[in-house]
């Protein structure tokens, strides 16, 4: 009988614990996603002034912050490319951009939704990059594929 106590007791601690643990990772997860994400922040507000070169350089460091924390591979790092990619497009560097882009689409797509929107937004811009430069047949394939992405992401009936 006093067998069975110590296992319930453990297995009753097992929930707390568990609990605990990822309550903890979580934190260190935001933690490390801060300097990330107020980086980012910054480069957006840059871009939104018109100032394009002091940009691209808060932009790398974001990029340079979320391969170091999350990977290069991650979603984060998608986000980033994407984030100066649009950057290099504004001051007229397509070629750039371009390579920006594929990095970004390659990604693995993963399960998450970030992932998920990040393939989308990537495919998005390229789309939108080929159609201002009026390479209107490259476009139809990605575009139908950023269709795809984003119907599997946000719903059949998303606006």
Same mark, same amino acid.
């Given at each position: 009988?006093r067998?069975?106590k110590?296992?319930?007791s453990?297995?009753?601690?097992?929930?707390p614990?568990?609990?605990v643990?990822?309550?903890?990772?979580?934190?260190?997860?935001?933690?490390?996603?801060?300097?990330?994400m107020?980086l980012n922040?910054?480069?957006?507000?840059?871009?939104?002034?018109g100032?394009?070169?002091?940009?691209?350089?808060?932009?790398?460091?974001?990029?340079?912050?979320a391969e170091?924390?999350?990977?290069?591979?991650?979603p984060v790092?998608?986000?980033?490319?994407?984030?100066?990619?649009?950057?290099?497009?504004?001051q007229?560097n397509?070629?750039? #951009?371009?390579?920006l882009?594929?990095?970004?689409k390659?990604?693995? #797509?993963?399960?998450?939704v970030?992932?998920?929107e990040a393939?989308?937004?990537?495919?998005?811009?390229?789309?939108?990059?080929l159609?201002?430069q009026?390479?209107?047949?490259e476009?139809?394939?990605?575009?139908?594929?950023?269709?795809?992405v984003?119907?599997q992401?946000?719903?059949?009936?998303?606006?």
């Amino acid at each position: 009988m006093r067998r069975s106590k110590r296992l319930v007791s453990a297995s009753n601690l097992t929930i707390p614990l568990t609990v605990v643990v990822g309550l903890s990772l979580c934190s260190i997860t935001l933690a490390q996603e801060k300097p990330w994400m107020t980086l980012n922040q910054e480069a957006h507000q840059l871009y939104q002034q018109g100032k394009h070169q002091e940009g691209v350089k808060v932009a790398k460091e974001a990029l340079s912050v979320a391969e170091k924390i999350f990977g290069t591979d991650s979603p984060v790092a998608a986000i980033s490319l994407n984030n100066l990619a649009q950057l290099y497009r504004a001051q007229g560097n397509d070629d750039e #951009a371009k390579k920006l882009l594929a990095r970004a689409k390659g990604t693995p #797509a993963g399960s998450t939704v970030l992932a998920q929107e990040a393939r989308w937004k990537a495919l998005y811009n390229q789309v939108g990059g080929l159609y201002q430069q009026g390479k209107y047949r490259e476009a139809i394939p990605l575009a139908k594929e950023a269709l795809k992405v984003a119907k599997q992401t946000f719903g059949q009936n998303h606006p």
